[in-house]
């Protein structure tokens, strides 16, 4: 069992920056892809990013590509997800998930286990 818990939401204006962690829990946290999710109001989930169980290969949505950045630390359990030049339709709910695979998907259905969720406003 894992379990995730985000944080770094929160209120920015466009064109700012966040940064979102999420801290996973086990002695195992390498063996799992790590994603990014966002569900946005009215809008179903979303993929943004993932990385690999040993950080070396990301993908992300075309939507943030540039923009946004994941990184994980697995010496601390803790994947992040640096985002920047952030614009109003970045507004979301962002989840972190968890995939027992070595390699992430952008299908949220992959995914094992997934955090609360942290809540990412960005002011026009």
């Known amino acids: 069992q894992v379990q995730l818990v985000e944080s770094g939401g929160g209120l920015v204006q466009a064109g700012g920056s966040l940064r979102l962690s999420c801290v996973a829990s086990?002695?195992?946290?390498?063996?799992?892809?790590m994603g990014w999710f966002r569900q946005g109001p009215g809008k179903e989930r979303e993929f943004v990013a993932a990385?690999?169980?040993?950080?070396?290969?990301?993908v992300y949505a075309d939507s943030v590509k540039g923009r946004f950045a994941i990184s994980r630390d697995n010496a601390m359990n803790t994947v992040f997800l640096q985002m920047n030049s952030l614009k109003p339709e970045d507004t979301a709910v962002y989840y972190c998930?968890?995939?027992?695979?070595?390699?992430?998907?952008?299908?949220?259905?992959?995914?094992?286990?997934w955090g609360q969720g942290t809540q990412v406003t960005v002011s026009s």
């Open positions: 998930a968890a995939r027992r695979y070595y390699s992430g998907s952008y299908n949220a259905r992959d995914y094992n286990y």
């Open positions: 086990g002695r195992t946290f390498s063996y799992y892809a």
């Open positions: 990385v690999t169980g040993s950080g070396g290969s990301t």
